[in-house]
């Protein structure tokens, strides 16, 4: 049970590299998952692969549905193979930088509503499962250190009223 809670607490650690001028390899460091490719939108990148808003609204739609799977096989349930689609909200905030302040998600199942057991307790409580969304929701809070090739952190100078 140790074993099982430590690796509950482990970190999840992930490296970027650059590799163009917006393009970055991502790496799953401690697996043996391949590395995937990142890429901003032109005019900024080259658009070769998918960019970070692409990538979280993918975390958010994958992880709600691996969540539906796995709620609906809680129950002894056996579905088909589903398809998700999400579409995120692109606006520019009060500062003008572009913000994903909402996004709709719609799965679908290949199965009919009546063929799979206690639905409505799935339906309930799927989303309880989704560390992503559920992530989303309550606001990560991201620590951002900014280090120079001596390795020496850089610090932000003070804005006003700070």
Avoid at 79 to 96: H, L, M, S, T, Y
Avoid at 113 to 124: C, D, G, S
Wanted: charged share 25%; glycine share 6%.
């Amino acid at each position: 049970m140790a074993e099982h809670q430590d690796k509950e607490q482990t970190g999840i650690r992930i490296v970027l590299e650059q590799e163009g001028a917006y393009a970055f390899k991502v790496s799953f460091e401690g697996t043996d998952i391949d590395p995937l490719f990142t890429d901003e939108s032109p005019p900024l990148g080259e658009g070769r692969d998918p960019n970070p808003s692409a990538l979280l609204l993918a975390s958010i739609a994958n992880c709600l549905s691996a969540s539906l799977l796995f709620a609906l096989r809680k129950f002894r349930n056996s579905p088909g193979p589903i398809r998700a689609e999400i579409v995120g909200d692109r606006v520019r905030n009060a500062e003008g930088r572009w913000r994903i302040p909402h996004a709709q998600v719609a799965i679908h199942l290949s199965d009919s509503a009546e063929a799979l057991e206690h639905l409505p307790r799935v339906l309930a409580q799927f989303e309880q499962f989704c560390v992503v969304t559920q992530s989303v929701r309550e606001g990560v809070r991201v620590d951002v250190r900014i280090h120079d090739a001596s390795g020496r952190v850089i610090e932000a100078e003070p804005r006003d009223g700070q």
